[in-house]
């Protein structure tokens, strides 16, 4: 099983949640993992990824997103029709990032961007109205997080396989408990 694993917003390769799929997948060396840092503009980021998903060659694959990366997630899992695991995602980014506007930093290298109306509208071109087999996403949130509301989530993904946890963080700090359900659920 391939993954393709997306991090969020002002993110990186050097997540935690990242690292502990990486490490999984090293462990496990029936799975290779794509992983990178992303690009901020997200119609660069998706082209990098679409370029990759189109050397796979068949290979059985899915993907896995947290935040930002959720949001990316559920485009490519509705466009090419894979499973997907959903960390926290980012139901309505380009509405959600239009309060940070301007200067950011990435949490990681300490990079700054511009994040511009530009930014929001490519967010938008990806947005999917309406899950076609909700069936295949899995949706790991949890209630404290304190970035995103866990509900539009909930209500978003109905009819997914559904982890809701009572209070966590945004960066849902307990995610290795989750790993091998992750798994299982991509590869069923």
């Given at each position: 099983m391939h993954i393709i694993y997306l991090h969020g917003f002002c993110s990186s390769t050097q997540s935690f949640k990242a690292k502990l799929v990486e490490q999984y997948v090293k462990n496990h060396p029936?799975?290779?993992?794509?992983?990178?840092?992303?690009?901020?503009?997200?119609?660069?980021?998706?082209?990098?990824?679409?370029?990759?998903?189109?050397?796979?060659?068949?290979?059985?694959?899915?993907?896995?997103?947290?935040?930002?990366g959720g949001y990316y997630a559920t485009y490519l899992a509705e466009k090419y029709r894979v499973k997907s695991v959903l960390i926290n995602p980012a139901v309505d980014a380009h509405i959600l990032l239009e309060p940070l506007l301007g200067e950011n930093k990435n949490y990681h290298s300490q990079q700054t961007f511009e994040l511009t109306p530009?930014?929001?509208?490519?967010l938008q071109a990806l947005a999917v109205?309406?899950?076609?087999?909700p069936m295949d996403a899995l949706l790991l949130t949890q209630t404290g997080?304190?970035?995103l509301d866990?509900?539009?989530g909930v209500d978003y993904y109905v009819g997914a396989k559904q982890v809701v946890?009572?209070?966590?963080t945004h960066g849902f700090d307990?995610?290795?408990d989750y790993l091998d359900c992750t798994f299982e659920h991509l590869k069923g």
């Open positions: 029936e799975h290779s993992i794509y992983l990178i840092d992303l690009p901020h503009f997200p119609a660069q980021a998706m082209a990098l990824i679409e370029a990759h998903i189109a050397g796979l060659d068949g290979q059985q694959w899915g993907v896995v997103g947290s935040s930002l530009e930014h929001l509208s490519q109205a309406n899950l076609s087999k997080d304190e970035v866990y509900k539009k946890i009572e209070g966590g307990d995610y290795a």
